[in-house]
């Protein structure tokens, strides 16, 4: 089933939030966020600008991973709340608009899930084919394991059963066997649940581990189904349950190539994700901070597919929940980033990532993190923001792993940043010390300050969703001298924008033609007064200061928009 021409494709000019329900807001004074403290603070998100909401995992976990390893897939994890505070978060966030995606892990569970009991319990389980187990003794695999250092490999043995099992993350994950038509249908049950509570959508986790067949040594068990017919399915499901004509979305983490990322889009059909993270524009961007050189960036953006499905979009993201991975770069683009962002060992991760936020990897430079939050909303595609960025919030590398940005959001100067009532020894994780701490750096604070970073995000977000040229135009990268400067053409119809970024301290004027603009045209700047015409036969001039940027309205004569 194909979305119809009068679908709301909502997503493609959405601004996504993320929260980790834990350390946003605790609204009872156990130490521990839940689901009334974040209803507490929809009308906050909606100030922000925010309209899509996105739920890291809140279903009962054991929580080795941050949640990740789900023991009840239909499941609200008490400490958080219950179904019922979980459809009134939904319903309050619709009534301000704002739409809720929840994540879907398809790879794997915890192995306190009753299936995996059951699957272990014995070799003639109906459930032991709902993972992966082989006889024979594994090769090495530890180059195979995503968290080096806390596992040696992808198999671990059962002592009960006299078989390993699959897992690509921790041995406490193991990996569902997708090849399991039983498998997959439970997983559609479980979207079909969500979305039955209102959700609007899924993001789902590790895609390309839940497909790779080639690991999946029971898949011979079963009639052969190509890997990527099994995201045809869920996204056929998924259009089947949206209600009316407002499309509900998948969102993948796909961690590879642009090239390689059309596959799970389904290529010109687009019938499979919906949406993916751009996780090489993510990394070529922390290449051109670190280097105040625009050419990666440029060239990341230029190399992107454009033959895509209207239906699909990329989402833009700067920093996430886990790690700042840099695997798609060389390892000398790494290690230059990791050498200017990530000077000490303990602000590593698996030698192939940071654990830092963006704020204090620019040493708190209120220029540059200003700079990098219009060059994230100004690429082409849907922005994606972790919660407390829009505040400028920093790591606590005290925290191990990847948890050191999953710290209490900052609410005010008051106690735990104003996060929770509770003593500082029961909250469920450290609250940020230092110059980003909530001393320093707070929402209550920043609400006040008009030039804080909060309303400059706000104000980001707003411009973004009036120039549907971001989310929906074709991208044209434009030529001037300057290596430090990212200038690019967003043209949607006859609605057009530039938009100029300036990744080093020192100020340049840069020269911008536009060759095929009629007479009386102008550039209007939509972040601040000023405005300039168009000569189509030389160059416009537009002066930048050091970490400065422009949004650049392309208005015609006659052109009836208000600016």
């Not at 329900?21 to 403290?37: A, H, K, N, R």
């Not at 509900?248 to 983490?253: R, V």
């Not at 991208?475 to 967003?490: K, S, Y």
């Amino acid at each position: 089933m194909r979305i119809t021409d009068t679908a709301d494709l909502w997503y493609k000019n959405a601004v996504i939030y993320c929260v980790d329900l834990e350390t946003y807001l605790d609204s009872d004074g156990d130490g521990i966020g839940d689901l009334p403290g974040l209803t507490q603070r929809i009308d906050y998100l909606a100030d922000v600008g925010v309209s899509c909401l996105w739920l890291m995992p809140f279903y009962p976990s054991p929580r080795r991973d941050n949640g990740y390893d789900i023991s009840d897939m239909f499941g609200v994890d008490p400490r958080y709340g219950d179904h019922g505070d979980f459809v009134e978060l939904v319903r309050v966030a619709h009534d301000r608009g704002i739409r809720v995606i929840v994540d879907l892990v398809i790879n794997h569970t915890s192995d306190q899930h009753p299936w995996f009991r059951r699957s272990r319990a014995s070799k003639d389980s109906p459930y032991r084919d709902f993972y992966v187990w082989r006889s024979d003794t594994p090769p090495d695999t530890s180059e195979e394991a995503m968290f080096p250092g806390q596992e040696d490999g992808i198999w671990t043995y059962d002592e009960k059963t006299e078989e390993w099992y699959l897992h690509h993350f921790l041995h406490t994950q193991p990996d569902l066997n997708t090849a399991n038509p039983q498998v997959r249908e439970a997983i559609t049950k479980t979207m079909g649940f969500w979305l039955q509570l209102g959700v609007d959508g899924f993001r789902v986790d590790a895609v390309p581990f839940a497909i790779n067949q080639t690991t999946l040594t029971g898949a011979d068990q079963h009639e052969f189904v190509e890997p990527h017919d099994y995201l045809r399915t869920l996204r056929d499901f998924l259009q089947r349950r949206s209600s009316g004509t407002s499309s509900a979305m998948i969102l993948g983490e796909v961690n590879l190539p642009h090239q390689d990322q059309l596959a799970f889009f389904g290529g010109e059909d687009g019938d499979q994700l919906t949406m993916q993270f751009d996780f090489t524009v993510n990394q070529k961007t922390f290449l051109s901070f670190a280097r105040e050189d625009a050419r990666p960036l440029a060239e990341a953006l230029s190399e992107r597919p454009q033959n895509l499905s209207v239906e699909t979009q990329y989402a833009n993201f700067l920093r996430n929940h886990d790690e700042l991975t840099l695997d798609l770069l060389s390892a000398q683009e790494r290690d230059e980033v990791l050498d200017t962002f990530a000077p000490e060992e303990d602000m590593r991760f698996a030698g192939r990532g940071l654990r830092r936020r963006l704020p204090a990897m620019f040493d708190g430079d209120p220029r540059r993190i200003k700079m990098a939050y219009s060059l994230l909303f100004s690429l082409p595609g849907t922005p994606v923001l972790f919660y407390g960025e829009e505040i400028g919030m920093g790591e606590n590398l005290e925290v191990p792993g990847r948890e050191a940005v999953r710290t209490p959001m900052q609410w005010s100067q008051d106690k735990n940043g104003g996060f929770s009532s509770a003593r500082p020894s029961k909250l469920a994780r450290k609250v940020v010390k230092g110059p980003f701490g909530p001393e320093h750096v707070n929402a209550a604070q920043a609400r006040r300050d008009p030039d804080s970073l909060l309303h400059h995000v706000g104000r980001l977000a707003r411009r973004y969703r009036d120039c549907p040229e971001l989310g929906w135009g074709e991208l044209t990268i434009l030529d001037q001298p300057h290596h430090e400067v990212l200038a690019h053409r967003m043209t949607s119809g006859d609605q057009s924008m530039v938009l100029i970024h300036n990744l080093s301290p020192k100020s340049l004027v840069v020269p911008l033609t536009l060759h095929d603009e009629e007479k009386g045209t102008e550039l209007i700047d939509l972040l601040q007064d000023g405005a300039c015409a168009v000569d189509a036969e030389q160059a416009t001039e537009v002066t930048l200061e050091g970490y400065g940027y422009r949004w650049l309205r392309v208005k015609r004569p006659g052109d009836p928009r208000l600016l």
